[in-house]
């Protein structure tokens, strides 16, 4: 029998929205460890608000909003509110009521900058960390870095010395003229650098982040963002190494660029054995690349090539959407967390 194509005139619902998402539906488990976490940095949240006034948004739900929009690659926060409006997964995870009305874009962009920053995302980041500790390892690792482009245009690129630049309409003519960092800075962005990671592309206004990955079930360990620059991943190598606890020595993988002499020097004085891919005229010899464990890490190193992917291509990272180092860095730490959030509820399973 046809049924009847009858106009919407229903008013009220008995369905609940715990009852509407699946037993099984994978942010279930995300939430449930999400909500753990933002437990236990309740009190820090308290120190960031006064005691009287108007109350903000919940940090607690802002959190929540920012995961769906890692999860779900929403490209805005206009956008973000608008699914946040009509989709009932993603009122129940971030705790609204279907009857609840969702926040102006710009109110809720204005609450999480005023609330997240570099130490509030190392926080969140960190209690990931030790959630996923039973399934790290401690004693092998890998480290990689990643071209970030930056939110800033080619024309803002402009000289220091206030040069004009530019042609008879006011815009910028920079065709034919040596730009440098030494000389050149954005003026939307000044923490951006002009950089190219491989010969062969094309210079970008960028930052660079970068990654220490254990290799166990390749879960992030330490994250890191830095200005661009030729030696920018190598420093943030032994900065990120040097926050591994304990003294046992350790391996560290790496692309060729982690190949040189000072770094492997002071990483053999850390304890740390380096596993990085050889150069021409290597700085590391046979006594490490004959052993069992170089091969073993030179086959797990490319598994954060597949992280800084996730982060790009389902994460908002490929070209960041906010200005100033402090913020790309809490943005680039807060994206690694909900890595490692994604991917938790998997290996939990998978050893019970």
């Not at 926060?77 to 699914?83: H, K």
Request: aromatic content about 8%; charged content about 25%.
């Amino acid at each position: 029998m046809r049924g009847q194509d009858e106009n919407q005139t229903g008013l009220f619902s008995y369905v609940s929205l715990e009852s509407r998402v699946r037993p099984d539906h994978p942010l279930r488990a995300i939430r449930k460890l999400a909500d753990q976490i933002l437990k236990e940095m309740s009190p820090q949240f308290g120190k960031l608000y006064a005691d009287v006034g108007r109350p903000s948004i919940p940090p607690e739900r802002l959190l929540r909003a920012l995961l769906l929009q890692v999860f779900y690659s929403v490209r805005s926060e206009r956008l973000l509110m608008e699914e946040l409006d009509y989709n009932l997964l993603f009122r129940w995870f971030v705790g609204l009521n279907p009857d609840d009305e969702v926040w102006n874009h710009a109110v809720f962009s204005k609450n999480r900058d005023r609330l997240l920053n570099e130490s509030v995302a190392q926080s969140f980041f960190q209690r990931v960390r030790q959630l996923a500790y039973p399934y790290m390892s401690d004693e092998h690792f890998t480290v990689d870095g990643t071209l970030i482009e930056a939110w800033a245009s080619q024309k803002s690129f402009r000289r220091k010395d206030g040069g004009s630049g530019s042609g008879g309409s006011g815009e910028v003519n920079f065709h034919g003229e040596k730009r440098s960092n030494e000389t050149h800075q954005s003026t939307t962005d000044p923490d951006a650098r002009l950089y190219k990671k491989s010969r062969g592309s094309e210079s970008k206004l960028a930052y660079l982040g970068h990654a220490l990955m254990e290799n166990r079930n390749g879960l992030l360990a330490q994250v890191l963002v830095t200005l661009a620059g030729g030696k920018a991943e190598r420093e943030a190598a032994l900065r990120m190494i040097k926050k591994i606890p304990g003294k046992n020595r350790i391996t560290m993988a790496g692309d060729k660029n982690y190949d040189a002499k000072q770094l492997v020097a002071e990483l053999r004085s850390l304890r740390v054995t380096p596993h990085v891919a050889q150069k021409k005229h290597s700085a590391i010899d046979a006594r490490t690349t004959r052993s069992a464990g170089y091969a073993a890490s030179q086959r797990c190193r490319k598994r954060v090539e597949q992280i800084f992917g996730w982060m790009k291509q389902v994460g908002p990272m490929r070209k960041v959407k906010l200005r100033g180092l402090p913020k790309v860095r809490w943005w680039f730490a807060f994206v690694g967390a909900a890595y490692n959030l994604s991917r938790l509820p998997k290996l939990q399973a998978a050893s019970a």
